[in-house]
């Protein structure tokens, strides 16, 4: 059974146009992450929620925003994006910072 | 800069041998290593950890050692299985709380 879903798992939008890429889970975690991965590239962490406070990294775009409405459900919004965010984006969960984390299948993105 | 370096993006092994992977890092703070395991369209699944405080951690066909005075580790999978065919991920952390920092990955290729 998925424990970390992704939706959709891909997407295409054009330049500008606003986003939202959606992960939830059933695993009851207290951390969702969000990770950029470029190709041939190292996911990058974006931010992440512990519980409901958000830690933003300080190299994070500020097109990049995120929204966690509730424990199972998390959003990352690019409001304008730009070709170079195309990437895959991988959410993943852990119960505390200083566990395991579990990764989503990702949400490839493209931008036309 | 990258303080996670996998400077091997692929490898090939035959079934049955050993595969080591390999992994240099340059943050001395860095306190805990883990290496992740990811299938084509799948997200990366936790494989393997070790602690500054060891040499070594073995589970299985899976074994990390860590040189702390080199500032590297390896992953050795003996022996090799094709279901092994994957990227792996190697990652280090500050503390265990603080973000995990990935490497590019080495892609793996187990020969029949």
């Known amino acids: 059974d998925a424990m970390v879903i992704q939706n959709p798992r891909y997407q295409v939008t054009q330049f500008g146009k606003p986003v939202t890429l959606s992960c939830s889970q059933t695993l009851n975690h207290n951390v969702m992450y969000w990770y950029q991965q470029k190709s041939s590239q190292a996911p990058k962490l974006l931010f992440h929620y512990y519980d409901k406070d958000f830690n933003n990294e300080a190299d994070t775009p500020d097109n990049f925003q995120s929204r966690r409405p509730n424990t199972s459900f998390c959003f990352l919004d690019i409001r304008s994006p730009g070709l170079g965010d195309a990437a895959m984006y991988l959410c993943a969960t852990s119960r505390d910072s200083r566990e395991t984390q579990y990764f989503g299948p990702g949400t490839r993105l493209l931008v036309l | ?112």
């Open chain 2, 1 to 112: 800069d990258q303080q996670v370096k996998q400077n091997s993006p692929s490898l090939s092994v035959q079934e049955g041998r050993i595969s080591i992977l390999n992994c240099d890092y340059t943050n001395s703070m860095f306190d805990y290593f883990l290496w992740y395991k990811k299938y084509p369209a799948e997200g990366p699944t936790f494989l393997i950890s070790i602690s500054s405080i060891k040499d070594k951690n073995e589970d299985g066909r899976f074994t990390v050692f860590l040189n702390k005075s080199a500032k590297h580790l390896s992953l050795h999978i003996v022996p090799s299985q094709p279901g092994d065919s994957a990227v792996y991920f190697c990652a280090a952390t500050r503390n265990r709380d603080d973000k995990i920092i990935f490497g590019k990955g080495t892609r793996l290729h187990i020969l029949p």
